[in-house]
């Protein structure tokens, strides 16, 4: 079965840093288009950033060049190292695996980002 974990979430200060990993398990995923998704309480869940299987890369407005996407084929993980964190990032950061050709789509538990002074 695919399974996709996040960890890495935590309490920081403004300005501070996190970096988000997402362990994917139970296929082979250098085939899987890599996303995280965040939800705020009270708000639809949102796209933060992309990444595809050839290393491209998307982000949403409000978190390019503080946000960055990467990922290691070689460990099945995904990460998002985000810096310069506002308030206004905090949410529960949802990892996705994305399928093209099926248009198959897996997610993981989540993880809780807080950023409070």
């Known amino acids: 079965q695919v399974q996709l974990v996040e960890s890495g979430g935590g309490l920081v200060q403004p300005g501070g840093s996190l970096r988000l990993s997402c362990a994917v398990s139970?296929?082979?995923?250098?085939?899987?288009?890599m996303g995280w998704y965040r939800q705020a309480p009270g708000s639809q869940r949102e796209l933060v950033a992309t990444?595809?299987?050839?290393?491209?890369?998307n982000y949403a407005d409000s978190v390019k060049d503080r946000f960055t996407i990467s990922r290691d084929n070689a460990k099945n993980t995904v990460h998002l190292q985000m810096n310069s964190l506002k308030p206004e990032d905090t949410a529960v950061y949802y990892c996705?695996?994305?399928?093209?050709?099926?248009?198959?789509?897996?997610w993981g538990q989540g993880t809780q980002v807080t950023v409070s002074s």
């Open positions: 139970g296929t082979i995923f250098a085939i899987w288009n």
């Open positions: 996705n695996a994305h399928f093209t050709i099926t248009n198959k789509d897996y």
């Open positions: 990444i595809a299987t050839n290393g491209s890369t």
